[in-house]
């Protein structure tokens, strides 16, 4: 239970959703069973769907992790496309680069070490598609650093937005995650009532919002 929809909703979506590559599904499992935090499968999905919208070929992750998600869109964009991601953690960083080569990806997937706070800065190029997946407390630094580099018409994507239920009831919320979940809600409050942008929260996996740069 993620305090975001009940047991048999996500089960019930997740099982409708078929699984296009056998070595990417194995290794997705890989990652469950290791108790990674990867993107839900319904997250996928939605991911799926608006590459796919967009025609993307361009794509910012903040937040690699072992690069199961960009590999995931790299796949998508079917080895025509670009994933330019980044990971402060060594130990993930390293791992990612492996995983990305045991997919044949390297040249469709550039991996940047370090933290995204500082580095952000110094990627070049535009993107369709920001996916926005690491450290909760800095959303909103990453969502502006990203949407100077956005394309006309470009979509970003924040993970984890409602955070286990935390972010939309003070009845959720444990003492140590206080400062998160304030940094949350002001995120969400600006990215929605801007107006630059056109902004909806999903209650997928564990919250995403999606949000149009106009
Ligand atoms: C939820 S995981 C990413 C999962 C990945 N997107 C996937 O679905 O396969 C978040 C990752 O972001 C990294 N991270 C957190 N804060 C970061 C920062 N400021 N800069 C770069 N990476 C960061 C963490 O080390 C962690 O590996």
């Given at each position: 239970m993620d305090n975001i929809n009940r047991d048999y909703i996500d089960a019930y979506i997740q099982n409708l959703i078929k699984n296009e590559d056998e070595k990417l599904e194995n290794f997705r499992q890989q990652c469950v069973e290791r108790g990674l935090p990867i993107i839900h499968k319904e997250v996928g999905q939605y991911l799926r769907l608006v590459i796919n919208q967009l025609h993307a070929r361009s794509i910012i992750e903040v937040?690699?992790?072992?690069?199961y998600s960009s590999i995931f869109m790299s796949m998508v964009m079917k080895n025509e496309g670009k994933v330019v991601t980044l990971e402060r953690s060594e130990k993930f960083y390293e791992e990612a680069l492996k995983n990305i080569q045991s997919f044949n990806l390297e040249k469709n997937i550039d991996v940047h070490f370090g933290d995204a706070v500082e580095n952000l800065d110094k990627i070049e190029g535009t993107f369709d598609i920001a996916f926005i997946d690491a450290a909760k407390s800095y959303y909103r630094t990453f969502f502006d650093k990203c949407s100077m580099k956005m394309k006309s018409g470009g979509i970003i994507i924040s993970d984890n937005v409602l955070y286990q239920g935390m972010i939309a009831t003070?009845?959720?919320?444990v003492r140590r995650k206080k400062t998160l979940v304030r940094n949350m809600r002001n995120y969400l409050e600006y990215i929605s009532n801007d107006e630059r942008y056109i902004t909806t929260v999903l209650p997928l996996g564990d919250g995403l919002a999606v949000t149009l740069i106009k």
């Open positions: 937040g690699t992790n072992v690069g003070d009845e959720l919320v």
